[in-house]
């Protein structure tokens, strides 16, 4: 089965993933919303990929719009977003523990020091391979 590439869609920036059946991340990136497109044409045509995941909520309607304008060779199946970003933030600090006096603060008060969009795509593409999507 060909990569699927996994789209966390939202007004100012984009979380993207490309990732293998076996779930493991091949590629991961968070690109402005302006961005989108090229990065996921280029990404269908790197990996071959004929399956985008796209979250339910902020922004689907639009992507989901200008993405079948686009006339992409991919599948477009939406996905449910409830509380991803609360497992994608629990996620990044799993990959990338607190340093130095960040690590006595609870990671539930704590922010990624960086956007974490890419992340939130991870999670919605593991909801799709973890469902009968696969």
Same mark, same amino acid.
């Given at each position: 089965m060909p990569p699927i590439i996994a789209l966390d !869609? #939202?007004?100012e920036k984009c979380g993207l993933a490309v990732m293998g059946e076996d779930r493991r991340v091949v590629e991961q990136a968070v690109v402005t919303s302006a961005e989108v497109l090229v990065t996921v044409q280029r990404l269908i045509t790197r990996y071959q990929a004929k399956t985008l995941i796209? #979250?339910? *909520?902020? #922004?689907?309607? *639009?992507f989901r719009k200008l993405l079948k304008e686009a006339q992409l060779p991919v599948e477009i199946v939406m996905v449910d977003e409830h509380h991803s970003s609360e497992e994608a933030r629990r996620r990044y600090f799993i990959e990338h523990p607190p340093r130095g006096w960040r690590r006595l603060? !609870?990671?539930? &008060?704590?922010? !990624? !020091? *960086?956007p974490f969009d890419d @992340?939130?795509?991870?999670? &919605? =593409?593991?909801? @799709? &391979? =973890? $469902?009968? =999507? $696969?």
């Open positions: !869609p #939202g007004s796209m #979250g339910d *909520r902020t #922004g689907a309607k *639009r603060i !609870p990671i539930t &008060l704590q922010h !990624p !020091p *960086r @992340y939130v795509a991870v999670i &919605l =593409g593991e909801r @799709y &391979l =973890g $469902s009968s =999507g $696969s």
